[in-house]
Protein backbone atom coordinates (compact mmCIF):
# COMPACT_ATOMS: atom_id res chain seq x y z
CA UNK A 1 0.00 0.00 0.00
CA UNK A 2 1.62 3.44 -0.85
CA UNK A 3 2.56 5.71 1.99
CA UNK A 4 0.21 8.39 2.79
CA UNK A 5 1.72 11.75 4.54
CA UNK A 6 -1.83 13.77 5.01
CA UNK A 7 -1.41 16.72 6.87
CA UNK A 8 -3.35 17.45 10.07
CA UNK A 9 -4.79 19.92 11.75
CA UNK A 10 -3.75 20.65 14.61
CA UNK A 11 -5.71 20.53 18.22
CA UNK A 12 -3.19 22.17 20.53
CA UNK A 13 -0.75 23.96 18.26
CA UNK A 14 0.69 24.48 14.61
CA UNK A 15 2.65 21.25 13.58
CA UNK A 16 6.50 22.90 12.97
CA UNK A 17 7.34 24.14 9.50
CA UNK A 18 10.62 24.59 7.27
CA UNK A 19 10.30 28.44 6.83
CA UNK A 20 12.92 30.39 8.56
CA UNK A 21 11.19 32.61 11.55
CA UNK A 22 11.70 36.25 11.94
CA UNK A 23 13.06 37.40 14.61
CA UNK A 24 10.77 39.30 16.69
CA UNK A 25 11.57 43.40 16.95
CA UNK A 26 12.55 45.62 18.50
CA UNK A 27 13.73 42.40 20.74
CA UNK A 28 17.22 41.78 19.81
CA UNK A 29 17.53 38.49 18.64
CA UNK A 30 15.93 35.26 20.99
CA UNK A 31 17.28 38.29 24.00
CA UNK A 32 14.16 39.31 26.23
CA UNK A 33 14.59 43.21 26.77
CA UNK A 34 16.60 44.49 29.52
CA UNK A 35 15.21 47.47 30.32
CA UNK A 36 12.93 45.67 32.35
CA UNK A 37 14.67 42.47 33.48
CA UNK A 38 11.98 39.66 34.45
CA UNK A 39 12.09 37.88 37.72
CA UNK A 40 10.74 34.35 37.32
CA UNK A 41 10.38 32.25 33.77
CA UNK A 42 7.00 30.42 33.18
CA UNK A 43 7.42 27.11 30.56
CA UNK A 44 5.24 25.45 28.58
CA UNK A 45 5.56 21.51 28.63
CA UNK A 46 4.76 19.40 25.24
CA UNK A 47 6.97 20.55 22.53
CA UNK A 48 8.62 22.84 24.76
CA UNK A 49 10.65 20.71 26.89
CA UNK A 50 9.27 17.28 25.78
CA UNK A 51 8.51 15.89 22.21
CA UNK A 52 5.09 15.13 22.37
CA UNK A 53 2.85 15.50 19.13
CA UNK A 54 5.37 13.66 17.05
CA UNK A 55 6.12 11.10 19.74
CA UNK A 56 2.56 10.70 19.96
CA UNK A 57 1.62 9.93 16.26
CA UNK A 58 5.11 7.98 16.18
CA UNK A 59 3.73 5.71 18.55
CA UNK A 60 0.59 5.55 16.22
CA UNK A 61 2.42 4.12 13.15
CA UNK A 62 3.94 1.74 15.84
CA UNK A 63 0.41 -0.46 16.50
CA UNK A 64 0.89 -0.43 12.39
CA UNK A 65 2.47 -3.82 12.72
CA UNK A 66 -0.66 -5.50 15.04
CA UNK A 67 -2.40 -4.66 11.96
CA UNK A 68 -0.89 -5.57 9.21
CA UNK A 69 -1.18 -1.82 7.24
CA UNK A 70 0.93 1.25 5.78
CA UNK A 71 1.86 3.24 9.07
CA UNK A 72 1.25 6.85 7.88
CA UNK A 73 -2.40 5.07 6.57
CA UNK A 74 -2.87 3.68 10.02
CA UNK A 75 -2.36 6.84 11.87
CA UNK A 76 -4.42 8.90 9.30
CA UNK A 77 -6.98 6.69 10.18
CA UNK A 78 -6.47 6.86 14.26
CA UNK A 79 -6.40 10.57 14.14
CA UNK A 80 -9.27 11.39 11.73
CA UNK A 81 -11.46 8.89 13.98
CA UNK A 82 -9.69 9.99 17.28
CA UNK A 83 -10.45 13.66 16.46
CA UNK A 84 -14.06 12.95 14.88
CA UNK A 85 -14.95 11.18 18.55
CA UNK A 86 -12.82 13.19 20.53
CA UNK A 87 -14.69 16.06 19.57
CA UNK A 88 -18.24 14.83 19.77
CA UNK A 89 -18.70 13.98 22.89
CA UNK A 90 -20.54 15.36 25.90
CA UNK A 91 -17.54 17.11 27.52
CA UNK A 92 -15.52 18.13 24.06
CA UNK A 93 -16.01 21.78 24.89
CA UNK A 94 -14.03 21.31 28.35
CA UNK A 95 -11.58 19.62 26.51
CA UNK A 96 -10.92 22.08 24.10
CA UNK A 97 -10.96 24.67 26.57
CA UNK A 98 -8.30 22.98 28.83
CA UNK A 99 -6.11 22.34 25.57
CA UNK A 100 -6.65 17.97 25.97
CA UNK A 101 -5.87 16.25 22.55
CA UNK A 102 -7.37 13.40 21.39
CA UNK A 103 -3.97 11.55 21.01
CA UNK A 104 -4.02 12.43 24.85
CA UNK A 105 -7.27 10.62 25.90
CA UNK A 106 -6.07 7.18 23.95
CA UNK A 107 -3.53 7.33 26.96
CA UNK A 108 -4.47 9.75 29.73
CA UNK A 109 -6.40 7.94 33.00
CA UNK A 110 -7.88 11.47 34.33
CA UNK A 111 -6.50 10.86 37.47
CA UNK A 112 -6.59 14.10 39.73
CA UNK A 113 -8.30 16.14 37.71
CA UNK A 114 -10.25 19.25 38.56
CA UNK A 115 -14.23 18.75 38.60
CA UNK A 116 -14.95 20.20 35.37
CA UNK A 117 -13.09 17.16 34.12
CA UNK A 118 -13.59 14.15 36.28
CA UNK A 119 -16.46 13.09 33.80
CA UNK A 120 -14.23 12.36 31.27
CA UNK A 121 -12.91 9.02 33.23
CA UNK A 122 -15.99 7.41 32.77
CA UNK A 123 -15.94 8.31 28.48
CA UNK A 124 -12.14 7.01 27.97
CA UNK A 125 -12.51 3.37 27.98
CA UNK A 126 -15.44 3.43 25.31
CA UNK A 127 -13.76 6.46 23.65
CA UNK A 128 -11.07 4.10 23.08
CA UNK A 129 -12.92 0.99 21.75
CA UNK A 130 -15.09 3.53 19.63
CA UNK A 131 -11.14 4.93 17.90
CA UNK A 132 -9.27 1.56 17.22
CA UNK A 133 -12.47 -0.22 16.09
CA UNK A 134 -13.71 2.62 13.62
CA UNK A 135 -9.95 2.60 12.63
CA UNK A 136 -9.66 -0.97 11.80
CA UNK A 137 -12.83 -0.84 9.52
CA UNK A 138 -11.48 2.45 7.67
CA UNK A 139 -8.23 0.65 6.72
CA UNK A 140 -10.19 -2.77 5.61
CA UNK A 141 -9.91 -4.75 8.64
CA UNK A 142 -13.34 -5.66 9.67
CA UNK A 143 -12.28 -9.71 9.00
CA UNK A 144 -10.15 -8.44 12.21
CA UNK A 145 -11.65 -6.45 14.37
CA UNK A 146 -12.11 -8.24 17.36
CA UNK A 147 -12.37 -7.30 21.29
CA UNK A 148 -8.62 -9.02 21.69
CA UNK A 149 -7.51 -6.53 19.21
CA UNK A 150 -8.94 -3.86 20.03
CA UNK A 151 -7.63 -3.86 23.56
CA UNK A 152 -4.05 -4.83 22.12
CA UNK A 153 -3.91 -1.77 19.99
CA UNK A 154 -5.25 0.41 23.13
CA UNK A 155 -2.59 -1.41 25.83
CA UNK A 156 0.18 -0.93 23.55
CA UNK A 157 -0.08 2.73 22.41
CA UNK A 158 -0.61 3.20 26.25
CA UNK A 159 2.58 1.28 27.29
CA UNK A 160 4.33 3.27 24.65
CA UNK A 161 3.17 6.30 26.00
CA UNK A 162 3.87 5.79 29.16
CA UNK A 163 7.17 4.63 28.18
CA UNK A 164 8.65 8.16 28.16
CA UNK A 165 8.59 11.25 25.74
CA UNK A 166 12.07 12.33 24.38
CA UNK A 167 13.49 15.50 25.89
CA UNK A 168 13.31 18.36 22.85
CA UNK A 169 16.77 19.46 21.99
CA UNK A 170 17.96 22.20 24.43
CA UNK A 171 15.50 21.40 27.05
CA UNK A 172 17.77 21.43 29.96
CA UNK A 173 19.53 24.39 28.83
CA UNK A 174 16.67 26.29 29.18
CA UNK A 175 15.89 25.21 32.28
CA UNK A 176 19.32 26.12 33.79
CA UNK A 177 19.18 29.74 32.14
CA UNK A 178 15.54 29.99 33.45
CA UNK A 179 16.51 29.30 37.06
CA UNK A 180 19.55 31.52 36.84
CA UNK A 181 16.91 34.26 36.39
CA UNK A 182 14.92 33.75 39.78
CA UNK A 183 11.71 31.23 40.14
CA UNK A 184 10.18 29.14 37.61
CA UNK A 185 6.78 27.23 37.08
CA UNK A 186 5.74 24.76 34.42
CA UNK A 187 2.20 26.02 33.05
CA UNK A 188 0.53 23.26 30.45
CA UNK A 189 -2.31 22.46 29.19
CA UNK A 190 -3.15 18.77 29.39
CA UNK A 191 -4.56 16.04 31.95
CA UNK A 192 -2.80 15.58 35.11
CA UNK A 193 -1.24 12.50 35.20
CA UNK A 194 0.15 12.51 31.56
CA UNK A 195 1.81 15.93 32.24
CA UNK A 196 2.75 14.96 35.95
CA UNK A 197 4.31 11.70 34.58
CA UNK A 198 6.22 13.41 31.57
CA UNK A 199 7.41 16.14 33.66
CA UNK A 200 8.99 13.34 36.16
CA UNK A 201 10.49 11.78 33.50
CA UNK A 202 12.51 14.97 32.28
CA UNK A 203 14.86 14.41 35.06
CA UNK A 204 14.05 18.22 35.74
CA UNK A 205 10.79 17.88 38.06
CA UNK A 206 12.80 19.28 40.95
CA UNK A 207 13.83 22.11 39.07
CA UNK A 208 10.43 23.69 39.37
CA UNK A 209 9.01 25.95 42.05
CA UNK A 210 5.32 25.71 40.87
CA UNK A 211 3.35 23.52 38.28
CA UNK A 212 0.02 24.54 36.88
CA UNK A 213 -1.71 21.97 34.78
CA UNK A 214 -4.73 22.82 33.23
CA UNK A 215 -6.50 19.40 34.02
CA UNK A 216 -6.12 20.43 37.80
CA UNK A 217 -6.77 23.93 38.13
CA UNK A 218 -10.03 23.80 35.71
CA UNK A 219 -8.56 26.58 33.60
CA UNK A 220 -6.36 26.33 30.42
CA UNK A 221 -4.03 28.58 28.69
CA UNK A 222 -4.70 31.08 26.95
CA UNK A 223 -6.98 32.40 29.99
CA UNK A 224 -5.14 35.36 31.85
CA UNK A 225 -6.02 33.40 35.40
CA UNK A 226 -3.73 30.34 34.43
CA UNK A 227 -0.46 32.35 34.07
CA UNK A 228 -1.63 35.16 37.60
CA UNK A 229 -2.02 31.95 38.98
CA UNK A 230 1.78 31.12 37.76
CA UNK A 231 3.17 34.16 38.86
CA UNK A 232 1.33 34.92 42.16
CA UNK A 233 2.48 31.11 43.28
CA UNK A 234 6.08 32.27 41.97
CA UNK A 235 5.38 35.69 44.67
CA UNK A 236 6.09 37.37 41.04
CA UNK A 237 4.30 40.11 39.51
CA UNK A 238 2.87 39.29 36.35
CA UNK A 239 4.42 42.27 34.48
CA UNK A 240 8.24 41.08 35.75
CA UNK A 241 7.77 37.27 34.29
CA UNK A 242 7.87 35.98 30.69
CA UNK A 243 6.62 33.04 29.59
CA UNK A 244 8.31 30.82 27.18
CA UNK A 245 6.22 28.30 24.49
CA UNK A 246 5.81 26.89 21.49
CA UNK A 247 2.24 27.73 20.71
CA UNK A 248 1.64 30.89 19.58
CA UNK A 249 -2.36 31.18 20.60
CA UNK A 250 -1.91 29.62 24.11
CA UNK A 251 1.95 30.67 24.79
CA UNK A 252 1.83 34.13 23.47
CA UNK A 253 -1.12 35.70 22.93
CA UNK A 254 -2.71 34.30 26.79
CA UNK A 255 0.53 35.65 28.15
CA UNK A 256 0.69 38.80 26.69
CA UNK A 257 -3.20 39.36 27.39
CA UNK A 258 -1.93 38.49 30.85
CA UNK A 259 0.42 41.57 31.00
CA UNK A 260 3.53 38.78 30.92
CA UNK A 261 6.52 39.25 27.95
CA UNK A 262 6.89 36.36 25.62
CA UNK A 263 9.70 33.91 24.66
CA UNK A 264 7.98 32.24 21.02
CA UNK A 265 9.71 28.81 20.05
CA UNK A 266 9.13 29.43 16.62
CA UNK A 267 10.22 25.34 15.42
CA UNK A 268 11.32 27.09 12.23
CA UNK A 269 7.97 28.93 11.50
CA UNK A 270 7.08 32.46 10.42
CA UNK A 271 5.42 34.30 13.21
CA UNK A 272 1.99 35.21 13.07
CA UNK A 273 2.81 39.22 13.72
CA UNK A 274 5.21 41.24 15.35
CA UNK A 275 5.30 42.35 18.86
CA UNK A 276 7.87 44.44 20.80
CA UNK A 277 6.78 42.12 23.82
CA UNK A 278 7.72 38.66 22.01
CA UNK A 279 11.30 37.29 21.37
CA UNK A 280 11.77 34.52 18.80
CA UNK A 281 13.42 31.80 19.38
CA UNK A 282 13.74 28.62 16.79
CA UNK A 283 14.35 25.64 19.88
CA UNK A 284 14.60 25.80 23.78
CA UNK A 285 18.21 25.83 23.58
CA UNK A 286 18.59 29.31 21.65
CA UNK A 287 16.57 30.99 24.70
CA UNK A 288 18.57 33.26 26.96
CA UNK A 289 17.46 35.87 29.27
CA UNK A 290 19.88 38.55 29.55
Keep these: MPRSRSRRPAERRSAPGRTPAPRATPLAGTNVERDRDPKAVLLDLDDTLVL ?50 SWEGLWATFEGCHPRLAPVKDLVETYRARVWSTALREVGQESVRDGDLVQELSRTYVASQRAGHPLAPGARLLVERARAVGPIALVTNGPPDVQRLKLSQTAMAEMFDAVVISGELGLGKPDPEVFHHATRSLGVAHDRAVMVGDSWERDIEGALEAGLRAVWLSHGRPAPKSDARVATARSAGEVVFD
Design 52 to 101: EESHAMAQIRATARLVGVDPYVWEKAVISNARGAWHSHELSDVCRELGIS
